[in-house]
């Protein structure tokens, strides 16, 4: 791959001593299949639908329906062309945290201008790391009970699991799938399946060595120290960038069919602009399945989609006040509507 990289750089006059060892994943290109979940027709009301008592949202509503489903997925691989493949993605949100407990206690002005940049007011603490929340937990037993309601059907339940690194998604995936089978396979975290990067102190993780203990079901491949905190927030772009990053990584090293990622709304909603699917709304503790057709992507030239910044690329931090009439706050770049300004962010 690094080799082929480079000579397509060579070719196209683009060597540049800068870009060795930036090889991202070979790019892939994402369809969404359509038909057989509800969430993916713009009719569905993504405020009011359920799919927790819903099968998920599975269309077919037939006892055979999951063993149906099954066969009609491995029809589409047995007939796919070379370098297509189908697979079923479960997104995941983690149940409500304490970081959204506060967000709603102080509206989401006050939140976005001042309170997200803080760990605590005294009685309650949401950063670093907001945990799940009493009520995220009972969320989550629930989604839970989902799960375990649709074996007698036969939903497939995922081959491989993948993580973000904040604990409220890690508290989510080992207790919805403790109950119903997380042995194998083994989850696998992974550092950019994370919430916007921001100056959120809620959002900054844990250190490796504190989650290792905290789930040892989970396997950590990163650094000790949070290396994406910082005192910028990410624009939607570079989300959407860093999303589609990620997720080509993930689909170039896992050939299972079933795959499930336990994340934020964030990261769902970017993985949903990078598979062409509509935008949906999903709750804390909610599961969005996505029929994907995934395929090479012919246009891609070896460029890489996203890279963390070199230290020198983000601008310095400063003590200010983001918002009119709201205390000062260590930050930096710049912001519109509480969102990094892309390509500071
Ligand atoms: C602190 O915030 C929580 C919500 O996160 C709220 O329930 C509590 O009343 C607040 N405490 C004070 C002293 O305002
Ligand atoms: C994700 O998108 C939904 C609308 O589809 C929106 O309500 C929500 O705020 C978005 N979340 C983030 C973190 O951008």
């Given at each position: 791959m690094i080799i082929w990289s480079l000579l397509l750089f060579a070719a196209s006059g683009l060597?540049?001593?800068?870009?060795?060892?930036?090889n991202g994943p070979p790019r892939l290109k994402y369809s969404v299949v359509q038909?057989?979940?509800?969430?993916?027709?713009?009719?569905?009301?993504d405020r009011k639908y359920d799919a927790l008592r819903d099968s998920f949202g599975l269309a077919d509503p037939s006892p055979h329906r999951w063993y149906r489903f099954r066969q009609n997925i491995h029809a589409l691989n047995v007939n796919a062309p070379e370098g297509v493949r189908y697979v079923v993605l479960y997104l995941a949100r983690h149940g409500q945290g304490y970081h959204n407990v506060a967000e709603k206690f102080f509206g989401q002005e006050a939140w976005e201008c001042y309170?997200?940049?803080?760990?605590?007011?005294?009685?309650s603490t949401w950063g670093p790391d907001a945990k799940l929340s009493p009520q995220g937990h009972s969320e989550v037993a629930r989604t839970s009970k989902a799960w375990i309601s649709e074996v007698p059907y036969g939903v497939p339940l995922p081959e491989s699991h993948h993580v973000s690194p904040l604990s409220r998604s890690l508290s989510t995936l080992v207790e919805t799938w403790k109950p119903v089978a997380l042995n194998p396979p083994r989850p696998v975290c992974h550092?950019?399946?994370?919430?916007?990067?921001?100056?959120?102190?809620?959002?900054k993780r844990s250190k490796a060595s504190y989650l290792r203990e905290a789930y040892p079901q989970v396997e950590f491949p990163i650094e000790e120290d949070d290396p994406l905190w910082n005192f910028h927030r990410e624009s939607e772009t570079g989300r959407n960038n860093r999303i589609k990053y990620v997720l080509d990584e993930i689909l170039n090293n896992d050939l299972n069919t079933y795959i499930a990622m336990t994340s934020h709304s964030g990261v769902i909603n970017s993985t949903l602009v990078a598979l062409g699917h509509r935008p949906y709304a999903v709750q804390t503790a909610g599961v969005l399945p996505v029929v994907v057709k995934v395929e090479r992507?012919?246009?891609?030239?070896?460029?890489?989609l996203w890279r963390k910044k070199e230290p020198w690329e983000v601008p310095r931090v400063e003590e200010r006040?983001?918002?009119?009439g709201y205390e000062p706050v260590q930050v930096s770049g710049r912001y519109v509507n509480g969102m990094g300004v892309w390509p500071y962010s």
């Open positions: 060597a540049n001593i800068v870009l060795l060892g930036q038909g057989y979940f509800k969430q993916s027709n713009l009719a569905t009301n309170w997200a940049m803080q760990g605590t007011n005294g009685t550092e950019l399946l994370r919430e916007t990067l921001s100056l959120h102190y809620g959002d992507d012919p246009e891609w030239r070896g460029e890489v006040s983001v918002c009119p």
